[in-house]
């Protein structure tokens, strides 16, 4: 945890630090076209309001870990506003561990490690300054979390493939008519999961009740 802040804040602070000498050279940001982008962050999931695990207040029920991965856009700036789509694919190293107590931070899947997300939207921005951009942003997700189960002897590895939505908000900074950075809050909640690829047969879809927090910073480049 304490070397994600630290990767968070230095991110921060680059960026900081690149925004002023960046400003002397452009009247105002471009938030037009294509672009590519890089992302870290902190990433955390956790059992819903259907799954919370009452009967043991030692259990966390959530994980957390560094999430990172790379993005796709396009965006149409239409004067005031900014209308684009967008994609990304993303890890994370979130996964269960255990405590001194033997207990878990199971929630609701079991013990797991968080796999691929993947995930397709669109977000709709308004220009708060020329070389800075507030947007809001929602679409579909998709990610694998992969569960680990033993009975001591035996060990079974096994895929749930999960839908979700996403929303979510931030702010850009055009650092020059090509390069911007981001920082952008999101939440993801996983409704209907499957099992696949593992030891056991695909499964039929069945209900189950995730949620997923992230604060991330991404830095890229537009074409």
Not at 37 to 47: K, R, V
Not at 66 to 72: E, R
Request: aromatic share 10%.
């Amino acid at each position: 945890m304490k070397k994600i802040v630290a990767l968070l804040v230095a991110g921060t602070a680059f960026g900081a630090i690149a925004m002023p000498a960046a400003a002397q050279n452009m009247q105002g940001g471009n938030f037009s076209g294509p672009r590519v982008e890089a992302i870290i962050g902190y990433d955390a999931s956790q059992a819903g309001s259907t799954s919370d695990n009452e009967l043991n207040d030692q259990d966390d029920q959530d994980i957390d870990g560094l999430l990172y991965g790379v993005g796709i856009g396009y965006d149409m700036d239409m004067g005031g506003l900014v209308l684009g789509i967008e994609g990304e694919y993303t890890d994370s190293t979130a996964k269960t561990e255990f405590s001194d107590g033997g207990d878990y931070e199971g929630f609701g899947l079991g013990r797991v490690d968080t796999g691929r997300d993947l995930y397709v939207g669109a977000r709709l921005g308004a220009k708060v300054a020329p070389d800075l951009l507030a947007y809001v942003k929602g679409g579909y997700t998709n990610t694998k979390f992969n569960v680990l189960a033993t009975d001591g002897e035996t060990e079974l590895e096994q895929d749930i493939n999960t839908d979700g939505w996403r929303a979510g908000a931030g702010l850009e900074y055009a650092m020059s008519d090509n390069m911007f950075t981001k920082i952008e809050y999101r939440y993801s909640t996983y409704k209907e999961g499957e099992f696949e690829n593992g030891e056991m047969t695909d499964s039929e879809r069945f209900d189950i009740d995730t949620d997923r927090h992230q604060v991330v910073a991404s830095i890229g480049m537009r074409f």
